[in-house]
């Protein structure tokens, strides 16, 4: 579930370049899973990292067309697209589990 960053800790939060995003905060993305597990789909080109809680996580990203599934490091920063040394990445999919 979508989520105020400023809320505190545990939760799943995402850095993009979005000149789009004109929020108080912008390109910072953050998600609450609720419960044991949690998906969802959804698009957030030029994502560069991504913040793990205490879940198990996968995100689905696209590169040059291509997907691939990237593990994210629990309560920890991973790089993404060119946080990674790649192309830009969009996220296209988060799944969490205990």
């Known amino acids: 579930m ?3 960053c400023a809320s ?3 939760l799943l939060q995402v850095h993009a370049y979005n000149s789009a995003d004109h929020s108080s905060d912008p390109s910072h993305y953050c998600f609450k899973v609720t419960g044991s597990s949690g998906y969802l ?3 957030v080109p030029y994502a ?3 913040r793990g809680d205490d879940h198990t996580v996968e995100a689905t990203v696209t590169i040059n067309g291509e ?3 990237v593990a ?3 309560n920890s920063w991973t790089g993404i697209g060119e946080g ?3 192309d830009p990445a969009t ?3 988060l799944r969490a589990s205990s």
């Open 8 to 10: 505190g800790t545990g």
């Open 72 to 74: 994210v490091a629990k």
């Open 48 to 50: 560069y990292q991504i």
């Open 67 to 69: 997907d691939s599934t």
């Open 91 to 93: 996220l296209v999919e």
């Open 41 to 43: 789909r959804i698009e």
């Open 2 to 4: 979508l989520a105020d």
């Open 84 to 86: 990674a040394g790649t």
